[in-house]
């Protein structure tokens, strides 16, 4: 879809590196998946899912996705729907992926609110300068914001500073054995940096890199392609490049007709690339958990010692040990309205108002509405005795089963 939209250059741009972004991908067609993955191994991180609901679960869990890129045929339509309904994550860039290009379609796309569709081949546009634009795009949206929220007072006051660098300073001593002994086993167990940081905005609306714990393998990827291809479940030995976007084999191609056509899923397929697809996707499917989390991972996941490594935000000043939840920067991108915008102008904070009260009144959920004005709430009206009290409310809440 071609998009004519003035480009927008800031101040200071970000510097984009290879694997810089991430990508949260919706495709059923297994063999399509693995062709994407091989043309942008060097600048995409991929994260690969086959149902709509699968996709929404990772970005309810804060997956730090650059853009979801999702195919029309595996429910893309009404992923793109869900999304740009939600209150949450409403903003995030969406590309829709067709078999083929077409003038309905592109019309389509843009009336649904994409921000771009692409063929399967990738041979009309490109993908990764259209994703350095929706940085640079959200990138513009809080320079903005910034501007507007600096006019309001939202410094941290000097007895809040202190109690940051006082308890998270100590917790940081007590824990450095933990530390040191979570970076050698992340470093004995997979190739890779020990850390790894998501963008995040904080207070006043300035961007700021989390830091977490590395779970996952930095090779996920290769990884992925090469059990799919080796897996004992993998009984076509065909190369992945033979396995056509038009769902014939090289045999089929060379002859002009298929010998064993299928009908599966409304469409016309060989057999034999149909057989291609189910091996590759059980490989997949059965090994999904090695090639993209990691052993220590797991563990480091399910203790939520992953987080750990926020204390040095705190430390750095980027947030704070009570406040508002720093926000991925689609999220954020939402939160630009008069209203909510003032969300920005209190500390963000590893726990915050809105945890404690869902806790309080023992509601199952909450809107995203009632988050938000809770937000506001304690940017206008933090206080030594209210984080005290957040503090207190929160240690009980941790043991709580739900995800405060």
């Known amino acids: 879809m071609e998009v004519t939209q003035t480009p927008v250059k800031l101040a200071t741009e970000p510097k984009y590196q290879s694997a810089q972004f991430r990508v949260l991908y919706l495709n059923n067609n297994f063999a399509q998946y693995l062709s994407f993955i091989d043309r942008y191994k060097d600048s995409l991180q991929v994260e690969y899912f086959d149902t709509q609901q699968s996709v929404l679960e990772a970005l309810k869990d804060n997956f ?104 998270t300073g100590t917790a940081v001593i007590l824990l450095l054995p933990v530390f040191l002994l979570v970076a050698l086993l992340i470093r004995l167990d997979s190739k890779g940096p020990v850390f790894y940081s998501s963008k995040r905005v904080g207070s006043g609306y300035k961007i700021f890199d989390l830091y977490k714990f590395r779970t996952m393998r930095t090779d996920a990827d290769q990884l992925i392609r090469k059990m799919a291809a080796l897996s004992m479940y993998n009984k076509t030995p065909e190369p992945i490049q033979q396995i056509e976007s038009n769902n014939l084999c090289a045999d089929c191609i060379a002859g002009n007709q298929c010998k064993s056509l299928l009908f599966h899923d409304g469409k016309e397929i060989c057999e034999k690339v149909y057989h291609f697809q189910r091996d590759q996707k059980a490989a997949f499917m059965k090994f999904q958990n090695d090639p993209r989390i990691t052993r220590i991972g797991q563990f480091l996941r399910n203790s939520s010692l992953d987080e750990l490594p926020q204390l040095i935000n705190i430390l750095k000043g980027d947030m704070s040990l009570v406040g508002n939840r720093p926000l991925p920067l689609y999220e954020a991108e939402k939160m630009t309205t008069d209203g909510k ?64």
Request: hydrophobic content about 45%.
């Open 64 to 167: 730090p996705a650059d853009i979801v890129i999702a195919h029309v045929d595996s429910g893309g339509w009404e992923l793109l729907d869900t999304i740009r309904n939600s209150a949450a994550f409403g903003n995030i860039p969406f590309v829709l992926l067709v078999d083929k290009l077409t003038p309905q379609l592109i019309q389509a796309a843009r009336s649904k609110h994409a921000d771009d569709i692409f063929p399967i081949d990738f041979m009309h546009g490109d993908l990764i300068t259209r994703i350095a634009y929706f940085r640079k795009r959200q990138w513009y949206v809080a320079s903005k914001a910034s501007q507007r929220i600096s006019t309001i007072k939202n410094h941290t006051p000097g007895w809040k500073r202190a109690i940051d660098i006082i308890t």
């Open 341 to 404: 915008i003032l969300r920005f102008a209190g500390p963000a904070g590893l726990t915050g108002l809105w945890q404690v009260t869902k806790r309080g009144k023992g509601k199952a959920d909450m809107s995203e509405e009632e988050r938000t004005q809770l937000d506001v709430t304690y940017a206008k009206e933090f206080s030594f005795k209210m984080d005290f009290m957040i503090i207190m409310k929160t240690f009980p809440a941790l043991l709580q089963s739900e995800n405060v």
